[in-house]
């Protein structure tokens, strides 16, 4: 049955008449008001400063009880039609986070003559569940003279969202599990600029790393100074040039004297040539890897997706190596046992398109033991990995479809623009992490913002403290 929404007109209105809604003050209800106000007063969005604050707690802004006045006087009392003219509040006391206030009108006066307009003046009260009256006063409106019944328009659902949210959680994850330990000792190399330095120190703050800063210690200080970044308490080891900084932080790295490494304002392939040589790198008998930690803000949970900054045009045995890595990156974030949809263009297997061929055989390898800690499923094309409704539509019967927490890429090209897509065309934010070394290796982007860096290292954090797959060679 429809709903409908119909007013008082002049001739039904009587004086006495009275009209009411009840509310509940929720956190939705403070970002919202805020988001379409433009009023960020920390008093109404900043708990921390509203605990020591006068009320010490969240209020609602005052115009948030005045906007309910308004709905009952619209929709209610006179109802549509109704004009405001002029309005008198006295806010008597706060509106708190959980409060729940009725919201009552009653018509005190009706002056039906009065230039030809009718009017009147209603009575308002906003009284909490304590009893208290939290807002009184008086509005006069034109009263509609037409009566108007209309189907009640019902608004599409408001979701908040939040991008980043989900990162921001991951760092909390970390700096929990630190408690008790060290800070993880990082070298920072060649952090010669702003950007590379200040992430660095944003993460030693929220006592997640020890920063040892590796590059020429001119620029560095030079940067630092110009940025107004205090880096006096931390370690900086001076380099020629940035070619001698990565194999200076690798060569720390080797001896355990750093236990992660961080990419300053060098080209990534720099820092990864050390880190991979043969006799003096990091390598160990995995092959290594880049992860991307994607926080979708229409994803219930972080998503990994992998490989799309290292290995280019990865093979079957390459790809192995590429799914357990990230298999057990997501065990080091607490999934006890993700789920891997890897990725081609269609859903069967087919010669004409080779990784539908890898991914049939990755997970027979799966099967046998080869792969583990994970279930996998492919090849599966990008929609059926993340929608339940796409599989089924296409009538797949999969425990992967749908719920992918690993997004395994055919190769670099794919996977690259893919988490570009998702970072810039529906404002996920992005953490990374290289995984197959000795230690974690943290690839930072000039683009990215202080979550995503910080993020980045609580990655590491997280990887160095769990139990190492493959450290040997």
Known sequence: MTEMIENRPLAELRVGDTASLTRTFTQGDVETFALMSGDVNPSHVDATFAASDRFHEVVA??????????????????????????????????????????????????????????????????????????????????????????????????????????????????????????????????????????????AAQAGLITPVFVGPEARIRAAAEAAHIDIAPYRLIATEHSHAAAAQAVAMARSGEVQALMKGSLHTDELMHAVVDAQLGLRTARRISHVFVIDAVNWPTLQLLTDAAVNVVPDLEAKRDIVQNAIDLAHALGMARPKVAILSAVETVTPKIPSTIDAAALCKMADRGQITGGVLDGPLAFDNAVSAAAAKTKGIVSAVAGHADILLAPDLEAGNMLAKQLEYLAEAKVAGIVLGARVPVVLTSRADLPDARMASCALAVLLSMAVPAAKAG
């Not at 006179?78 to 309005?87: A, E, F, I, K, S």
């Open 61 to 202: 802004h005052g115009m948030w009880s005045a906007a309910l006045i308004s709905t009952v006087l619209g929709t209610e009392l006179p109802g549509p039609g109704t004009v405001y003219l002029d309005q008198s509040l006295k806010f008597r006391k706060p509106v708190f986070l959980g409060d729940s206030v009725r919201v009552t009108v009653t018509v005190s006066t009706i002056d039906a003559a009065a230039s030809h307009i009718p009017r009147a003046t209603l009575h308002c009260e906003v009284i909490n569940q304590r009893n208290e009256i939290v807002v009184e006063g008086d509005a006069q409106v034109i009263i509609p003279t037409e009566k108007v019944s209309r189907p009640r328009v019902h608004l599409p659902k408001l979701e908040l969202r939040d991008p980043g949210v989900k990162l921001r959680a991951l760092i909390e994850q970390a700096r929990v599990a630190m408690a008790g330990h060290a800070p993880l000792a990082m070298a920072v190399v060649h952090a010669v600029d702003a950007v590379s330095l200040g992430g660095a120190v944003d």
